[in-house]
């Protein structure tokens, strides 16, 4: 059974940052890529970001890009840098992780989910 664990999350002013971290463990650990995802109030889940197994591939939903940072610091553990963030980025966000090598844009893609950790940014 494969576990996939958030943490880091909390409140934060606007134009604040706060930093992310997903660890993968388990048996069989053969995880490759991973990503983030978030969901806010009423909201449809929302693709953010995701990195291949080399740490070599990024991809970022169009509302982050250029604030958020995703990087790889081994196999098993993966981080996101917010950086300027918005009232408009709270939501609980979601680490996933999928069998496939290549990053993904699309929920259904990967095979493994976190609790979901709560990012709230006041103004």
């Known amino acids: 059974q494969v576990h996939v664990q958030e943490s880091g999350g909390g409140l934060v002013l606007t134009g604040g940052s706060l930093r992310l971290s997903c660890l993968a463990s388990?048996?069989?650990?053969?995880?490759?890529?991973m990503g983030w995802f978030r969901q806010a109030p009423g909201k449809e889940r929302e693709f953010v970001a995701s990195?291949?197994?080399?740490?070599?591939?990024t991809a970022y939903g169009d509302s982050v890009k250029g604030r958020f940072t995703i990087s790889r610091d081994d196999a098993n553990n993966m981080s996101l840098q917010m950086s300027d963030l918005e009232p408009e980025d709270t939501a609980v966000y979601y680490c996933a992780a999928r069998r496939p090598s290549t990053a993904a844009r699309h929920e259904s893609e990967y095979d493994y989910w976190g609790q979901g950790t709560q990012v709230t940014v006041s103004s």
């Open positions: 990195i291949d197994y080399f740490g070599a591939t």
């Open positions: 388990g048996r069989p650990l053969n995880i490759f890529a």
